[in-house]
């Protein structure tokens, strides 16, 4: 098999720069060392948010989901951000009344 340099692998570069963006935590978010974040695994999250893996992974590749933080190869989600865009994403009205 002959080598057919770099321009077979450039699409794939490509989708992967673009996917970057997109996975990629805002910087000069800090937390206290008083109070760490308690960090899920992507199993964790799809478990809390009862969807499967492979949903939560879709919706990383679209930009949608919570955010994700990346430390070395691995994917962690800060508890308190995946509540947050839980929270975020309730509808409000319907037909339900609320207990009383």
Do not use: H
């Amino acid at each position: 098999m002959r080598w057919k340099g770099p321009f077979r692998c450039k699409p794939i570069l490509e989708r992967a720069s673009r996917l970057g963006d997109v996975m990629k935590k805002p910087m000069g978010q800090s937390y206290s060392t008083e109070n760490p974040p308690r960090l899920l695994t992507i199993k964790q999250v799809a478990e809390r948010l009862t969807v499967s893996v492979g949903c939560l992974r879709a919706w990383r590749i679209r930009g949608d989901g919570p955010p994700a933080i990346r430390i070395g190869s691995a994917l962690r989600w800060d508890e308190r951000e995946v509540d947050a865009w839980l929270d975020s994403r309730r509808e409000s009205g319907g037909g339900a009344s609320a207990p009383t």
